[in-house]
């Protein structure tokens, strides 16, 4: 069976309702994970949220030519700022994570807040609630990280400023930020540290989003 653009595969599908409707999105695939979403995430001026199956201590170019820096420095620079950090991940941080985490006190002191549940899958990067990448990428060098073309990981994402596809996800993220999910989940007896159970404050306060400089938003369709 074909694929392909008017094959047989396209009306076979054609008599589902899909929902589906138009948006800007751009395409991105292996190293352009790094030069676009990280380098998206540098430029935030309020808000990252990330959520990811796998945490790693990755590296990101540095702005010094042929430099790599980890990317736990980006973020305790914008925690500097004021902006705020979420990350909600599955799997325990590595131990590189923990420890150069550990070695950042604005970071552990609450400049990134950092929640697990084992259930997340989701590979998620929303930046000042106006980009939002959507894909395969786990935050970790063979993911989101600069590792070379010859080892890293073979990934796929979204990125899109659409509105409707914001809302959708930040909600979702929020929802499981905030443990809304706990009290059904089968595997709660599992859980050592269930969310609805963490007093923390979840937020600094409601998403504001800022949208994105024209020259930015240009670049989703190019």
Request: charged content about 30%.
């Amino acid at each position: 069976m074909s694929a392909g653009r008017g094959g047989p595969l396209r009306s076979s599908v054609a008599v589902i309702d899909l929902g589906l409707r138009s948006a800007r999105v751009r395409l991105v695939h292996d190293r352009e994970h790094h030069e676009l979403v990280i380098e998206a995430v540098r430029r935030a001026r309020r808000s990252v949220w990330i959520s990811t199956a796998n945490l790693k201590d990755l590296r990101v170019p540095g702005r010094a030519a042929r430099r790599y820096v980890p990317m736990l420095d980006v973020l305790d620079g914008l925690a500097r700022d004021g902006v705020e950090l979420r990350l909600l991940h599955a799997g325990p941080p590595s131990r590189a994570f923990r420890a150069s985490f550990d070695a950042r006190p604005r970071l552990y002191e609450g400049g990134l807040r950092l929640r697990q549940c084992a259930r997340v899958h989701l590979k998620v990067v929303v930046i000042d609630g106006a980009l939002l990448y959507l894909g395969s990428a786990n935050w970790t060098g063979a993911g989101l990280g600069a590792k070379g073309e010859d080892r890293r990981n073979f990934e796929l994402g979204l990125l899109t400023d659409d509105d409707a596809m914001l809302d959708e996800v930040q909600a979702r993220f929020d929802a499981l930020w905030r443990g809304t999910e706990c009290a059904r989940c089968r595997l709660r007896s599992e859980c050592e540290a269930p969310l609805d159970l963490d007093q923390r404050p979840a937020a600094k306060g409601p998403v504001v989003r800022m949208r994105l400089a024209p020259r930015s938003r240009g670049r989703l369709g190019s």
